[in-house]
C-alpha cells in the first residue's frame, strides 16, 4: 500500500454521487414515483436477521393465539356444538311445532348478546358473573341465529349476507329461530301459513260492534272460536326446548305485543334459583295451533324504547361531514392531476386491486349469488357497483395525498412506489412485508398483555367474541381472509394523521410525539381508565416506530396481519371443533412473512431470470 501512487487531485476532491431525491427536495419539487422508488439503498436483511425475525413471528403468534384462547367467550359459555348442529337443532324444533314440512332454504350465525353483556356489566359486581351468567341467571351471552324460509331468501345488502333482520321476516312460512350455544330455545318467531278465514273474521267483527254497543267483550284476548279453523297450541315443544325446569315457571298475565298475527297468547314467570338476580318470563302467541313468537322477555328487554331518527338539522349536519372529506379530496386530486404531480399509474394499480379483493369478499362470503325477484343479475350488480364504490375512493384519496408523502415525507413510501411499479421482488418490499407481520403480531400480543393485567388488577375479565363468520365455513373463511385487508383504513388513517403532523412541524421525531401523546391523551380523558390509555400508548407508539421507520407499506401489512388474526377463532386446544379453521389467520401471515424473508435476504432476485 505505500508503494501506491496517489490518486490523481480531480479525483481525490471529486464529491460523491448527487442523490437526485434530495436534490429534488431541496429545489422544492415533487419528486416522480420513479424517483421516489430508485431512491435509498436496497433495503434488504442478512440470512441470520431475516431468520431471527421469522422466529421472533412465529413465538409471537403462539403467544397472541394462547391469549387470545385465555380471553375467549369459550371460557365463559360451552362452545361445543358447531354450527351445523345448532342449525339441526333448529330445524328438528321448527318441524315439530308444525313449520318444517316446506324449509327450502335455510342459514345460521352465531352473534354476541351485546344486550345482556351490557345488563351484567352494570348490575352484577359478582367476579365470576361471566362464567354463571347463563348457569345461575340463564343470561346466554352467545345466540346462535337460525333462518328458514319455503322459499330462498334474498337478502337486500350488497354483500348478500342473510342476517338476523335481512331479509325481514315477512313471507309466509319464514321462521327465526335464536338459540343459546348449547342449543336451548331463546326465542323463536314464525310468519303463519294462511290468512285469516272469513268466519274468524267475522266474529272478531261482531265482538268489535258489541263493545262499542257496550256489550260483553270476551275475558281472554283470544280470537273468539271458529272450531276447526284453528286448534289449541300444545306449548310443551317450545318450553322444553328452554331446557327450563316445568316446576319453576308459573303462568301470568302476558304484557308483550307479538309481531304477528295471534289468536291466542300466555305467559309464564320464571321463579328458579336466579330469578331474584335477574327477572325472566316467556311469552308465547299462537295462531290456529301453530306458535307464531316465543320469546324470553327479560329487564333490557321491557326497559328498550324505540329512539327516533335524527332530526332534519343533524343528518345535514352529519352529511356535511361526511361530504367534507370526499370534496378535500377531489379538489387536491384534481389540482394533482392537473399538474402533473399525480401518480395515475399507482393509483390506478392500487383501485384494481382493491376492485378485485372487494369482489372477492362478495364471492365468497355472500349467500345469494342471484336474487329471486325476477332480475335475477340484481344481487351481482350490487356488489360490483359497491366494489367500484370502493375502488373509486382509494383512487381519488390516493391521487390526493400520495403526492404530499412524496413531496414533505418521500423515504416512508419508497418500498411502497417499488411495489406499485411492479417490483414486488424487490428486498425492501419483503422486508417491509416481514417487519409489518412482526410488528402486528407484536401489537396484539402487547394489548392482549395489558388487557389481563387490567382484568387481573380488576379482578373481572371481560370475554372476547371470536366466533365471527369465518367458522361457517371454509368458503367464509376464505372469504374471511379478503375481507380483513379492506380493514385497513383506521391503520392508514394514523398514518396520514402522522404525515399532517410532520408537514406542520417539519421534524419526523417532534410529529410522532405529538401524535402519539394527543391520541394518547384523547383516549385517556374518554376512558379515565389508565390501564386503556397505556394500551393505546403501546398501540400507538408501535405505529409511530413502524410509521417512521419503515413506512407506508409495513402499516398496510400489519393492518391486514392483524385483521386476518381477529377474524377466525384461535385456540391450542386442538379438540375443539374450530380449532382447524382458527388457524387459517396465522398461517396466512405466518406463509406471507416467510415469503417476505425469503425475498429480503435477495435470494428472489437471484432466481429472477434475467431481463425481468
Known sequence: PRARPPPPPAAAAAPPPADPLAMALAAGETPSPEMVALAGDRGGLAPGVALS??????????VVIGMRDRRSMARFVPMDRPPEVLAHTAETLTRTVGYGHSIADQHGAFQANGSGQEWLEENSEDPDRWSRAWADMRIPLVVFNWRAAPRAMTPTNWRGEIGFDDPVLFGRGMVRVQLTSEGELVSFEAVPYRQMAESVVDSIRADDDASRDGGPVP?????????????????????????IPIDELEECAPSQVPPFAFDQRTAWRWTGPGSEQCSLRLEGASWRGR???????????????????????????????????????????????????????????LAMFFLVVAMLDWVFLTDRYMSTTGFPLVTPAQAFGR??????????????????????????????????????RDPMVGRDVLIGSVGAAGLMAIALL??????????????????????LGGRHAIGSVFHSVLSAPPFLGFFLVLLLARIVVRRTDLAAALVVAGVTGVNLLSTGDPYQGAIAFAILLILALISVQLGLLAICVLAAATGLINAFPTTLDSDRWYAGVGLVGPVVVL????????????????RQPAGT
Request: include cysteine; aromatic fraction near 10%; proline fraction near 6%.
Open 450 to 471: 395489558l388487557n389481563l393485567l387490567q382484568a387481573h388488577r380488576a379482578g373481572i375479565e371481560v370475554p372476547l367474541f371470536t366466533f365471527g363468520t369465518a367458522v
Open 387 to 424: 366494489a367500484c364504490t370502493i375502488a373509486v375512493m382509494v383512487w381519488l384519496f390516493y391521487l390526493a395525498l400520495e403526492p404530499l408523502a412524496r413531496r414533505f415525507w418521500p423515504r416512508t413510501i419508497v418500498s411502497w412506489a417499488r411495489l406499485l411499479d411492479g417490483r414486488w
Open 591 to 606: 406463509a406471507g412473512a416467510t415469503i417476505g424473508a425469503w425475498i429480503s435476504t435477495d435470494r428472489a432476485l437471484r
Open 291 to 349: 306458535p307464531t313468537w316465543f320469546a324470553q322477555v327479560r329487564p333490557w328487554d321491557e326497559d328498550a324504547m324505540l329512539t327516533g331518527a335524527p332530526a332534519g338539522p343533524v343528518l345535514w349536519t352529519l352529511a356535511g361531514l361526511t361530504l367534507v372529506p370526499f370534496v378535500g379530496a377531489a379538489i387536491l386530486a384534481f389540482l394533482n392531476l392537473r399538474s402533473g404531480r399525480g401518480d395515475r399509474r399507482g393509483a390506478l394499480h
Open 53 to 62: 425475525l421469522w422466529a421472533v413471528l412465529l413465538v409471537l403468534l403462539l
Open 219 to 243: 275475558p281472554t284476548e283470544s280470537a273468539p272460536d271458529s272450531g276447526d279453523e284453528h286448534g289449541s297450541m300444545d306449548w310443551m315443544p317450545l318450553l322444553a326446548a328452554t331446557g
